[in-house]
């Protein structure tokens, strides 16, 4: 067998994914997740007397300790299969990501478990948004915005 005929022999049995539905689905939930964070938000400054910057620290902290705690109880997994990136795009995704990693490394130890390895899978997002960052500063600089 070719390995070109393998691929065919790959990608017929494959199963199709119903993408309008994901992206459906992804538009949703993330819009869900927007919308809780600005409930949130409200709420914090209604009842709390809060400014808005302080709201939504505030917000994000929930937010964030929200999807760690389903993650560390075996919820946030089972959720993203079936919700997409509705899930994983937003804060709640990087909380899960962080907290994954502090979960399948924490019986190795507090140094070269947790210590090592807690941004494994976040580390390139952080590494690639200062990298980004820095070089739009620059160009802004430069082009003297």
């Known amino acids: 067998m070719t390995k070109e005929d393998y691929q065919k022999l790959v990608k017929k049995h494959t199963p199709k994914e119903p993408k309008l539905r994901n992206i459906a689905l992804a538009f949703f939930?993330?819009?869900?997740?927007?919308?809780?964070?600005?409930?949130?938000i409200y709420i914090l400054q209604e009842s709390?007397?809060?400014?808005?910057?302080?709201?939504?620290?505030?917000?994000?902290?929930?937010?964030?300790?929200?999807?760690?705690?389903?993650?560390?109880?075996?919820?946030?997994?089972?959720w993203v299969n079936k919700c997409k990136c509705g899930l994983i795009i937003p804060t709640t995704g990087?909380?899960?990501?962080?907290?994954?990693?502090?979960?399948?490394?924490?019986?190795?130890?507090?140094?070269?478990g947790l210590g090592s390895n807690f941004f494994k899978l976040a580390g390139s997002?952080?590494?690639?948004?200062?990298?980004?960052?820095?070089?739009?500063?620059?160009?802004?600089?430069v082009l003297g915005g």
């Open 125 to 141: 997002v952080i590494l690639y948004g200062i990298i980004s960052s820095f070089i739009l500063v620059i160009v802004r600089v």
């Open 48 to 78: 709390f007397y809060l400014s808005e910057t302080e709201a939504g620290t505030w917000t994000c902290l929930i937010i964030i300790g929200t999807a760690s705690l389903l993650t560390a109880l075996g919820f946030f997994d089972n």
């Open 29 to 40: 939930v993330g819009g869900t997740i927007g919308f809780i964070g600005e409930f949130l």
């Open 94 to 112: 990087f909380a899960h990501s962080i907290t994954s990693s502090a979960l399948d490394y924490k019986k190795d130890g507090l140094i070269t």
